[in-house]
């Protein structure tokens, strides 16, 4: 074997995961900030870092599954490439290491070395290796204040030769300081086209045939969150694969996956309080309007003992009278009263069963009226 061949240490083999063995949301993570979905501008923005080598301090701020993560590590991979990337990213995890201890000792000391020279890249590839290196803080809104207090004067003192990223779903809970220092980039829940066209290319992919009402359930149940949604197709190809002979995927198989109650059964106990469910070539309903207590509580009743969560049932009932095309703004605004003060009695602990007899009756009242 040449001397001069790079060598791979028993760490990396060991850590080298085969890719059918891969959850899909590694295997198809991107790989450069051009595959990032959906995020137009905050690409569009690190793509002129590619070619200035001039990276601020970055906040990436946003619902979870949005990509925030695989956009900085993306970046950081094209910046230094694979043989650079390991002695220049330090990815922290900052809901598990977020005190003040990690932060004068783990980041301040990555943070006071000073980069090496640039090594030629194994992969062929010419990369423009920067003299700085990055830290990328996860989860950073989980951080103490005094470890964020600590961080902002490492971020001044080194900032010649190391670049922060902090990552975090809630910018709020940043403290001002350290947000002022940094250019932020807010991620956006993915539209729905984004999302059908990835997850059709990685259904292609993995010779999973999806139909158009299969994407539609991924998309209404991940809402907008990209690595939900991928890890329920993951999940329901599973489950198709495991019968014999293999069935194809189906809607109502993303909806148990993803612990959502079935369309018919909402509809079923909507029609039982009187909203009007318009005709669906794959829905029927046989709900009837109820005449009173006995018939709403017997419905509630069936609809506890099949083990739904009142929380989700009540959330998909909400949003079906709300966007009911042919009910008045008066019966939405009364029924959106029931169930605000529904969500608040089961966030204190109240009794679910009770609380979805009095939704169903109030609603009920609400739309006879």
């Known amino acids: 074997m040449s001397f001069f061949q790079p060598q791979v240490s028993k760490a990396q083999q060991k850590h080298k995961a085969d890719p059918a063995h891969q959850p899909w949301v590694e295997k198809y993570r991107p790989k450069t900030i051009d595959d990032v979905s959906a995020q137009e501008h905050t690409v569009a923005v690190l793509r002129k870092t590619l070619t200035s080598t001039n990276l601020p301090h970055m906040l990436f701020y946003g619902p979870p599954g949005t990509g925030k993560t695989s956009t900085i590590l993306a970046l950081a991979r094209q910046l230094f490439g694979p043989d650079n990337f390991r002695a220049r990213v330090l990815e922290l995890n900052a809901s598990d290491e977020r005190g003040i201890t990690i932060v004068r000792e783990k980041i301040k000391n ?8 640039q090594v030629v890249s194994s992969d062929g590839k010419t990369h423009p290796c920067p003299p700085y290196k990055i830290i990328i803080l996860d989860e950073a809104d989980s951080m103490t204040q005094d ?3 600590a961080l902002r004067r490492i971020m001044e003192t080194y900032a010649r030769i190391t670049r922060f990223c902090l990552v975090c779903n809630y910018v709020t809970r940043i403290i001002e300081p350290l947000a002022s220092r940094c250019s932020k980039f807010r991620f956006k829940p993915l539209d729905p086209t984004s999302t059908s066209s990835r997850l059709a290319q990685i259904a292609t992919a993995e010779n999973v045939p999806v139909t158009d009402d299969v994407i539609t359930a991924l998309i209404s149940t991940s809402h907008g969150d ?3 949604s991928i890890t329920y197709l993951q999940s329901a190809s599973r489950l198709s694969m495991s019968t014999s002979p293999p ?13 959502v109650v079935p369309d018919a059964v909402i509809n079923d106990f909507a029609a039982t309080l009187g909203v009007e469910i318009l005709s669906s070539d794959e829905m029927k309903v046989d709900g009837i309007r109820a005449k009173g207590f006995d018939d709403v509580r017997q419905k509630v009743k069936d ?5 739904y969560s009142a929380s ?11 966007e009911h095309p042919t009910l008045t703004a008066r019966q939405k605004s009364r029924c959106a009263l029931v169930f605000a003060e529904a969500d608040k009695a089961l966030c204190d ?5 009770l609380w979805i007899l ?12």
């Open 349 to 353: 602990g109240a009794d679910e069963e």
């Open 312 to 322: 989700q049932i009540l959330s998909q009932l909400h949003d079906l009278v709300i």
């Open 247 to 259: 069935t194809p995927v189906t809607a109502s198989d993303i909806q148990e996956i993803a612990g």
């Open 358 to 369: 009095e939704v169903g009756l109030r609603v009920h009242k609400a739309l006879a009226s």
């Open 226 to 228: 990209l690595r939900r």
């Open 303 to 307: 609809i506890v003992r099949q083990g």
């Open 110 to 117: 990555f943070a006071r070395q000073t980069p090496r020279a």
């Open 147 to 149: 470890a964020q207090g």
